[in-house]
């Protein structure tokens, strides 16, 4: 009885940014007894059907947008006699699609760390059940990556978990309600030993792939002593030192180490916070700015963040600090107008930002605003390729509409084409050389340019185009900058390199 990991993928890139991590932590779940998992990530090369043998167990993790190829490699498993099982987000949400449409024999809901093995003891029992529930296992007890099974050589960026959870409620985000509003932290020792891991093997550029890498903030703080409770300040303080003591780790690592995170714009306030990021060599951090306008965050329960100069200056803040900034916009809330996406493109370019992406609003499962739109449109009658839009996953990629959601004011074609022209401008070679100087060496400079285009090919073209030709172009130009670009990421392996003590 093999088993197989998959990732699910309709592009294959040959080389790919950051490590699938949910691949190796579920190698790693995986009991010695049952031999090495093969491991199959799809962004890099497409699934083998050949390597699978009848008896095999596959595992397919999805989220919303790979679900469509993940039910293919379930359907075509199962015609090759594997027992097939679905994980992550989408399954969680939906387990009746993975049986309906991706020949699953079991659904493994919530955190997998801990249940897998039981869903592989009942593979080889011949007892297995449809569903399985591994709700939210506690930080203590997630497991480490198998970073032994990486094919290295062909991913840019290594990944750690250092925490699950977020304690904010953005209506567009399920991050909160699938994997709580409690933040389930690591020990320090757990994730300093993986990085350690990565850098023995010549990782330098690590993402700490948390939901929200600043679980308390100086806000919350304040709200608990003026609400004099002392049990929740006892709470936050404690949350707060862990986050302190894992930075000092991170600190006495290697210089070369460099770590990526995710965090909310409040950090900016926190100096103290953001002087041991600093020190702790994490060099850059998505932020959600969402939207420019104090209308477009409270649509979206985000009103912690500011909008305006009041925004740039929380931006610039954390520059000043050394942690450059990859922002996140959305487009197509309902107080958007035409000039949105201009006034977007000139507060993204002058605040000092280094990356950004911006977002054309969906829907997303398990969100309120899902669930909102699912109700609202309850009596719609539009099918694309036999499906409803609110099931638009399901609807084949080259049919699939780019904008789910009405708006008030701007047609569908309107957003999208607005989205496109502020990519354009943001990763225009002569926008983008302007932000280089946040680098001092040429060499570092050209590196933070191919980035630069290599990350515009690889998230935007291929989501907001609607020509295939465009998307084709955009993923053949990435297969082969990939390649080269992971050279200047990389550093030679340092197999001695211990724990500091
Ligand atoms: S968008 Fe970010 S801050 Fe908001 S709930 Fe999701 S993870 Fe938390």
Known sequence: ?????????????????????????????????????????????????????????????IHTFNALRGYEIGREARKRGARVIFGGIHPTLFPEESFELGGAHAVVKGDGDLIWRDVLAACEAGTLLPIYDGGRVSGTTFQPARWDLLPAARYMFGSVQTLRGCPKHCSFCSVWRTDGQQPRQRTADAVIKEIVELRRMGFRFILLSDDNFYPVTVEDLRLAERQGNRARIESLMEIRRERFELMERLAKLPDDLVFYTQITMEAAEDTEFLRAMNKAKIRGALVGVESVTAEGLKAIFKDFNYAGDKLVARLKEFRKHGVHILGSFIFGLPTDK???????????????????????????????????????????????????????????????????????????????????SVWDRFYSVPAIWERARIVKSLKARILFLVMSKLYRQMYANTGIATDSARVSRSTQWARLMARPARKLFVAQPMPDLQVPN
Do not use: C
């Open 338 to 420: 035409l000039e949105t996406f201009d006034a977007t493109a000139e507060l993204a370019q002058k605040s000092d930002i280094a990356f950004a992406q911006f977002i054309m609003l969906t829907p997303f499962p398990g969100t309120v605003d899902f669930a909102k739109w699912e109700e609202k449109m309850a009596s719609d009658p539009t099918r694309i390729g036999g499906h409803p839009l609110t099931r638009f996953w399901l609807i084949p990629r080259e049919q699939r509409p780019k904008v789910y959601t009405p708006h008030p004011s701007l047609s569908p074609d309107e957003i999208r084409r607005g989205t496109q």
């Open 1 to 61: 009885m093999r088993i197989h990991l998959v990732n699910p993928s309709d592009i294959s890139f040959g080389t790919a940014v950051i490590t699938p991590r949910w691949l190796y932590v579920l190698a790693a779940a995986t009991p010695p007894r049952h031999g090495d998992p093969s491991v199959i990530d799809e962004t890099l090369d497409p699934m083998d059907f050949d390597s699978i043998a009848p008896g095999d167990v596959v595992g397919i993790g």
